[in-house]
């Protein structure tokens, strides 16, 4: 009973060393989110399928939901996603593959209008040594208003962060990416 005991203890320590293989859609901060953007404690949300056509060029690594609740503005659009930012080691060591192990991510949420603007961005999971300071909301807060039809440059449109580098240009490419396609999705 000790050993078997012993084991289990071992196993769940050594858990806690590696990085979550999926995105977390059950965790406490992003329901918060969803519930404080619907107005309401259970926000009826369901997924949006993806085109397999708009697939093939636009990866997706999360989900896209459409949210209702008791808010002023109705029918508003969510995307949940994870970005892999850099891996453990380096961020330019090109010998290294990518994979789970090895990659340092975050999980974030973006909520679109009914008209497919950005109204709010938030990072509610940040697994990566370095550049925690693009999650703070008045940095986000420069996504507001992103409706896809200009470019985001980082030192331009979107303030740089000094040792944030990689974590900013992943997610300033990643919200171009996810609203311009959702933009296509609500199009079709």
Known sequence: MLKLSVITAVFLFAMGFFPSRGIDFEDKSLLKELQKVSGTDKPEWKEIAVPESLLVSNPVQGKFLTLAGNAIELNKYVYIGRVNSCRQG???????????ETSEYFDYLIVFDSATKVQLVKVYNYQATHGQEMTNKGWLKQFQGYDGTRTLTVG???????GATVSVISITDDIQEKTRLLKKIVSK
């Open 156 to 162: 331009k449109s979107i303030d740089a962060i000094s």
């Open 90 to 100: 380096g961020c330019s060591n090109s010998a290294l593959p990518v994979n789970f």
